[in-house]
């Protein structure tokens, strides 16, 4: 692969996370914000098919399928309480979900 | 990979494409026609020609394309646009790795019958059917209708649970064959086995008994894995959305669900998807289950062998070349036929009936199968050490 | 033509990343930008030689994860709610995307330090057998643990998300 580096994929994985970081941080929409989430393990994911391929080994692949099954519960999970807490609320904001603050 | 030329494939990937998918709006009609015992659609000619009706789907073209395009207010334009061609394109890339022949050696070209023969041609269909989800899915959304929501909802419900079942219920041949390669499948499916050879394992008969070794059964997919067949077409038409899993279409529940917003060419952008998967449905399970492109108890290398001193090698080649495709096309039909068969016949399913057939049975089903399966595959292997 | 498809994938993924956040009419835009992302990403596990991680990622995570985002919004009948309150005003915006352009130089400037050139890996890296063979040999224990794991989480996502029966 001629000019491109593990370094640019590193680069590639670390905008992405940067992005969905500031999307958890910058977004107030429920839904938009785990979509950020999202976004951050899919970085991660990056990260590690790549330092995988540098390395030779393919270890960083089956932590980056393992990180899938992960990801993929918690997006279940994630949207049932999404979905409860939409029906009792009647709101996405997550500013009007801050009764436990003091 | 050598030399290979992939124009053949490419070329029969066209013609049966194009070729197929108006004349499956043909198939329909007379199909259904004969079933129903009347007529069917016979009035369009062409100066005076009437070519048994298969100069309709020409006028349901002209009518489709001369038809305004109406975009609802309030509908999200650019999905209300590009929703016909995300349910199309995965139907009409999913024949990338059909396999239509083996490999062939003719004038010094390496012809290959695939047009893509990845490593792991199956898990490609899979991927590529999950994204054709979007195109149903986003097309009530887009039209801002009640009744496209409600279709939108039960479609996306019904074609991700039976992905799942999809999936698992091919797992079974996966472990017999041992490559997701359609094209190496192929080839595995042209050896046979001797029905009575656990006689001779067992002792039972004497080890030189002749007419054991004249029974043999061709290792298809389906006798090796009769019943995933079945399962595997049920969740593969699910998937289609035709009936009776049509549900989501619900022609007299909720006025053509999900397509209620769409009108000339681009409900026929839908039509023409899910004809087209009927091909691929077919041709998938052909070239899995049924043999590929081989004719029962007739492998293509003793063939080509056996024709070589005849005809010479090129000649030989291209007359396998020739007969593999006529194979693969009749069994294709044959297939084609009988979804036809299915559809016209069976009413429609409840939505909740299509839901428990694919959560609770075929899923428990398919993970009983891979069970079994390990369970044959072992007891093979020992008895035949 | 690898860098060329390398640079097409990473601009598909950053540029939709950037879809999925910045947008502010509805979530489903975001969601869309998603599935680009996330098609983009499998491109780039497939120009790395994963090819069973960047089918799984189309089957998996573009074909199933946003499905249910969709379908979630869907079912919520979530129109025209994407920016609320406090994320239109523009002087958080500038703060955040300061914060995270030098959070991006100040890491990109730590992975610039090591660049090797790559290996040759032989053709069964990254295919179904070699990963298969690995789960199920070497990691079985972690497969059986993501299975409990998805059990979990099925029956908690049942049961969250039933409605009360009085």
Known sequence: MGDVSGFHFQVVA????????????VRRNIIVMFMSIELMLNAANLSLVSFSREIGNDQG??????????????????LAIIISLVRNRDTVNIEDTSQMKW | MATSTVFVAIFLFALVLLAFAPVMTWVERKQSALMQDRIGANRASILGFKALGLIHPLADVIKMITKEDTVPTGAHRLLHFISPFIAVVPAIISFAVIPYGGVYEMWGAHVSLTVADLDYGVLYVFAVGSIATYGSMLAGWAGNNNFGMLGSIRVSAQMISYEVALGITVVGLFMIFGTLKLSDMGVLQQETFRLFGFLEHFGWVAPDTKWIDWITIPMWGIVLQPLPFFMFLTALMAENKRAPFDTPEGESEIVAGYFIEYSGMKFGLYMMGEWIEVVVIAALLTAMFLGGWSIPWLREADMISGLTPILGENMANLAAM????HVFLIKVIVLIFFQMLIRWSMPRFRYDQVMNLGWKIL???SLANIVITALGILIVQEVTH | MRTALFWVFSAAAVLSALGV???????????LSLVVSMLALAGLYVLLEAQFVGLIQVMVYAGAI????LFVIMLLNLRGSGAIGAETQPIMKAIGALVAGGATLWLVRTLAAGRAPWPDVDDGFGTT???GEALYTDYVLSVQVA????LAGIVAAVVLAKKKID
């Open chain 1, 61 to 78: 692949q089956i932590f980056a399928f393992l990180v899938m099954v992960v990801a993929a519960v918690e997006v279940a999970v994630g």
């Open chain 2, 363 to 365: 899923l428990p089903l």
């Open chain 3, 21 to 31: 956040i910045g947008n502010v009419r509805t979530p489903i835009n975001s969601a």
């Open chain 1, 14 to 25: 670390a905008l992405i996370f940067m992005i969905g970081a500031l999307g958890v941080l």
């Open chain 3, 66 to 69: 946003v499905v249910l985002f």
């Open chain 2, 322 to 325: 020739l007969l593999a495709v």
């Open chain 3, 147 to 150: 299975g409990v794991l998805l």
């Open chain 3, 129 to 131: 057998r070699a990963i």
